[in-house]
T-cell receptor, first 113, second 114 residues
Framework: DAEITQSPRHKITETGRQVTLACHQTWNHNNMFWYRQDLGHGLRLIHY???????NKGEVSDGYSVSRSNTEDLPLTLESAASSQTSVYFC????????????FGNGTRLTVT | DQQVKQNSPSLSVQEGRISILNCDYTNSMFDYFLWYKKYPAEGPTFLISISSIKDKNEDGRFTVFLNKSAKHLSLHIVPSQPGDSAVYFC?????????????FGKGTRLSVIA
């Protein structure tokens, strides 16, 4: 069965370190998204991509970057981790049709100490 | 400025009763709305959607109502079951303005008490 996988599931890192969270989908979806979930804020969009070599900034993109070198993967990089980036991160994908439902991964819980 | 608002952070309902989760939006360009359900330690999963050409969409125990003039939608779960206990997110986007990402509300935690 097609799926979307995030790794690692849990990560603890120190302030200032570079961290990369992986997202891999086997749906062959064009669209991929990164969200963060925080108490009191719900799901907020970080970055998204509509295809290979396409990336776009979301609502809370500062301090994060993504690259899309193939259809299956959209890694999220925290250039210099900050305590404010402690959160649960969700990757999602969708077919390229307008407003097709998102398929989410199970999340990565990141703690920055 | 929050474009999709879920003003009730939590809701408790007895098993067998109706659960009503509410969502308001401010952007008049929104014309496609979705509800997602999220269990702990899992990603959100799509539950039900509605476009602005309809005012009701039903799928089993789940019904979404849309009141465009009030910019309000609600999710009804009847009858509620303990397995429905989860966080529910309302999401919206403009249907006809390209591939615009969904905007999510903050979520409502539903607890169904047996």
């Amino acid at each position: 069965d097609a799926e979307i996988t995030q790794s690692p599931r849990h990560k603890i890192t120190e302030t200032g370190r570079q961290v990369t969270l992986a997202c891999h989908q086997t749906w062959n979806h064009n669209n991929m998204f990164w969200y963060r979930q925080d108490l009191g804020h719900g799901l907020r969009l970080i970055h998204y991509s509509y295809g290979v070599h396409d990336t776009n900034k979301g609502e809370v993109s500062d301090g994060y970057s993504v690259s899309r070198s193939n259809t299956e993967d959209l890694p999220l990089t925290l250039e210099s981790a900050a305590s404010s980036q402690t959160s649960v991160y969700f990757c999602a994908s969708s077919v390229g049709q307008i407003n097709s439902p998102l398929h989410f991964g199970n999340g990565t819980r990141l703690t920055v100490t | 400025d929050q474009q999709v608002k879920q003003n009730s952070p939590s809701l408790s309902v007895q098993e067998g009763r109706i659960s009503i989760l509410n969502c308001d939006y401010t952007n008049s360009m929104f014309d496609y709305f979705l509800w997602y359900k999220k269990y702990p330690a899992e990603g959100p999963t799509f539950l039900i959607s509605i476009s602005s050409i309809k005012d009701k969409n039903e799928d089993g125990r789940f019904t979404v109502f849309l009141n465009k003039s009030a910019k309000h939608l609600s999710l009804h779960i009847v009858p509620s079951q303990p397995g429905d206990s989860a966080v529910y997110f309302c999401a919206a986007s403009p249907l006809n303005s390209g591939n615009t990402p969904l905007v999510f509300g903050k979520g409502t935690r539903l607890s169904v008490i047996a």
